[in-house]
């Protein structure tokens, strides 16, 4: 798996758009950018994933850039239940069913 | 629902007292995961399966083994736990595992809390 680069903490205001970023300079042309939560110590939860275009769904927006060297995750009206560890990795089938999380980053939505 | 089960939620033990996690999918998906999670840390692999009868290491394997007899179930097994195993585990599961290069996500489990005195 390609490792990736993420800070590790942001905070945002409640309300506000929160954009996470990540680094992942060494993706291979098969791989998917996949984006996941962890609120307190549960069960990460998947939040959305994407190759080249753009993505967008209830939860989420994902910006890729054209190089796909790194991606940004938006989360267009942050609310204090948003507060997690966001993780970004990269999946695919130059190392299928390797699964490398880094420490991802610590978002705290702020009243 | 589809879901992904893992048992017991909470194991305290001594060291050296072989135990078993178990992890149990609903989506028959072919491939199958664990990973611990340490104070402050990510999530690190330990082992993983692409199908029935074909697992393959991860990037922390030591002490742990594995086997997948069946589709659904994939446990983990501590023949000797320490106290380094003290730790949160996780089980996942996916469809492919993102062996046919197509989108693969990631179910997970609730966790388990595992404390080796």
């Known amino acids: 798996d390609a490792k990736t680069t993420q800070p590790t903490s942001m905070d945002c205001a409640e309300g506000r758009a929160a954009n996470l970023p990540c680094n992942h300079s060494t993706i291979s042309g098969n791989e998917y950018v996949y984006w996941y939560r962890q609120i307190h110590s549960q069960g990460p939860q998947y939040i959305i994933h994407?190759?080249?275009n753009n993505e967008t769904n209830e939860m989420a927006s994902l910006i890729i850039t054209e190089d796909r060297k790194s991606s940004t995750l938006i989360l267009p009206h942050a609310t204090l239940r948003d507060t997690a560890v966001y993780y970004c990795?990269?999946?695919?089938?130059?190392?299928?069913?390797?699964?490398?999380f880094g420490d991802g980053t610590t978002l705290t939505v702020k009243p | 629902e589809a879901q992904v089960t893992q048992n017991p939620r909470y194991l305290i033990t001594v060291t050296g007292k072989k135990l078993t996690v178990t992890c149990s999918q609903n989506m028959n998906h072919e491939y199958m995961s664990w990973y611990r999670q340490d104070p402050g840390l990510g999530l690190r692999q330990i082992y993983y399966?692409?199908?029935?009868?074909?697992?393959d290491k991860g990037d922390v394997p030591e002490g742990y083994k594995v086997s997948r007899k069946e589709k659904r179930n994939f446990p983990l097994i501590l023949e000797s736990p320490s106290p380094n195993q003290t730790s949160l585990y996780f089980c996942a599961s996916s469809l492919f595992g993102g062996r046919v290069g197509d989108e693969d996500i990631q179910y997970f489990g609730a966790g388990t809390r595992l404390s080796v005195l």
């Open positions: 399966s692409m199908n029935v009868e074909v697992t």
């Open positions: 994407g190759l080249k």
């Open positions: 990795i990269v999946r695919g089938r130059t190392n299928a069913g390797k699964s490398t």
